[in-house]
């Protein structure tokens, strides 16, 4: 009889541990989640890579806009 008492301690304290893990699980999930998120609206917000506002600030990066520049040079025709 003793022993079954202890046996089932035993194994309470294992799901007791078990429901633990996966609380911890769950909070880093809604972590990775919020971060995912915020990731993910930073770029939105800051134009994402292809997008035509990021391809026109990296153009004008060299001090000078895309429409500057000549596509024909009049002197090499």
Do not use: W
């Amino acid at each position: 009889m003793k022993e079954r008492v202890t046996e089932i301690d035993v194994l309470k304290e294992m799901v007791k541990s078990a429901n633990m893990s996966a609380k911890a699980k769950d909070i880093d999930i809604k972590k990775l989640k919020n971060r995912l998120e915020r990731q993910g609206g930073s770029r939105s917000r800051d134009h994402s890579e292809g997008s035509p506002q990021s391809r026109q600030s990296r153009m004008n990066r060299g001090g000078y806009a895309m429409d500057d520049i000549q596509e024909r040079d009049p002197m090499l025709e």
